[in-house]
């Protein structure tokens, strides 16, 4: 799910550590019989893409604005058109920031030896290649 924090948190504007990142939200919402929040990747302006189980997703929604029914289409806060730059253009280069981001926090993903977040961040990474692809094609020459 995309959620968007009130956290105001320098550190997850700009960079994309996501042992710090998942701190805050295992802070809130701790691990339980009922599910936890076992990734976080943040994505700036106050955003994170988040691995949860289902069973506690309402929780989360209920502390944090869920952005999860925008993510990866057109109205994707992360694709708003910038001046000069086409939707393709902007949603191209949202899509290379956010694979540059989770690509920084693929080494705690790994190394945590979790196959449920590793499968969850691959499928992540395949969708946005795909996305990715999909606008370079519509930005070529
Ligand atoms: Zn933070």
């Known amino acids: 799910m995309r959620i968007q924090s009130d956290f105001g948190c320098?550190?997850?504007n700009q960079q994309s550590?996501?042992?710090h990142a998942?701190?805050?939200?295992t802070t809130d919402f701790p691990p339980g019989e009922n599910g936890?929040?076992?990734?976080?990747i943040p994505l700036g302006k106050g955003q994170f893409d988040l691995a949860v189980d289902q069973a506690i997703v309402g929780r989360v929604k209920l502390h944090h604005t869920d952005l999860?029914?925008?993510r990866l289409l057109s109205?994707?806060?992360l694709f708003a058109a910038e001046f000069g730059r086409s939707y393709a253009?902007?949603?191209f280069h949202a899509l290379s920031e956010m694979i540059s981001k989770y690509t920084i926090a693929a080494d705690p993903v790994y190394i945590s030896n979790d196959q449920r977040g590793i499968n969850w961040f691959e499928a992540q990474m395949e969708r946005f290649g795909k996305?990715?692809?999909h606008f370079y094609k519509q930005i070529l020459p």
């Open 10 to 12: 320098d550190l997850c």
């Open 17 to 19: 550590d996501a042992y």
């Open 22 to 25: 998942l701190a805050h939200f």
């Open 36 to 40: 936890k929040v076992f990734m976080a």
């Open 68 to 70: 999860s029914h925008l």
């Open 75 to 77: 109205s994707d806060p």
């Open 89 to 91: 253009e902007t949603a």
């Open 131 to 133: 996305l990715q692809a």
